[in-house]
C-alpha cells in the first residue's frame, strides 16, 4: 500500500470514527427526546382527564364571560362599543400610553386598573372601600381616613 493510500485510509478511518460517535450522540439524543414526548404526553391526558373529571362534576351548567356580554348586548340592547368609548376617551388612552400600570379614576368614583397597559378591571370607590375593609378588617370610617391620607 502506497504512502498516500495510506494516508488517505487513516482519514477515511478517522472520519468514520467521528461519524459514528455523532450517530451514537444523536442517537441518544431521540431516546432522550422521545422520553420528553412521552412525559409531555402524559402530562396533556392527566391534565384533559382533571379538565374532564371537573366537567362532570359540575351539576351547574357553565356560563363563559363571553356569552354573557354577547347576551346584555343582543338581548337586552346594551352597546358595547358605546361603553368601550365612554371608558376609552381619548384623555384616558394617551394617559394609559404613558403610565402603562396604574389605577386611573375616570370620572362618577370609577377607577381602571390597568397592567401593562391592559385593562384588568374596573374598581368603584366603594368597591374599594369594602375591598380594604375585607383585607384589613377596618371599620367604614378608617377606611375613608385611610383613603383621604393617600390623596
Known amino acids: 500500500m502506497s504512502i498516500r493510500h495510506s494516508h488517505l485510509l487513516k ?4 472520519r468514520l470514527s467521528k461519524l459514528r460517535a455523532e450517530r451514537d450522540m444523536t442517537k441518544q439524543a431521540l431516546r432522550e427526546a422521545e422520553a420528553a414526548h412521552v ?3 402524559e402530562k396533556v391526558r ?3 382527564q382533571e379538565i374532564a373529571s371537573l366537567k362532570d362534576a359540575t351539576s351547574e351548567p357553565v356560563l363563559t364571560e363571553h356569552a354573557l356580554l354577547r347576551y346584555i348586548e343582543r338581548v ?4 358595547l362599543d358605546q361603553i368601550r368609548a365612554q371608558m376609552l376617551t381619548p384623555a384616558v388612552t394617551e394617559q394609559i400610553r404613558t403610565l402603562r400600570s396604574c389605577r386611573l379614576p375616570i370620572g362618577n368614583g370609577v377607577i381602571l386598573v390597568v397592567e401593562a397597559g391592559v385593562i384588568k378591571t374596573v374598581a368603584t370607590k366603594d368597591s374599594r372601600e369594602k375591598r380594604i375593609r375585607q383585607v384589613h378588617g377596618l371599620r367604614p370610617v378608617e377606611v375613608r381616613r385611610l383613603q383621604a391620607e393617600e390623596e
Do not use: S, Y
Request: glycine share 14%; aromatic share 0%; hydrophobic share 45%.
Open 11 to 14: 482519514q477515511l478511518e478517522t
Open 39 to 41: 412525559a409531555a404526553g
Open 46 to 48: 392527566a391534565v384533559e
Open 76 to 79: 337586552h340592547g346594551i352597546d
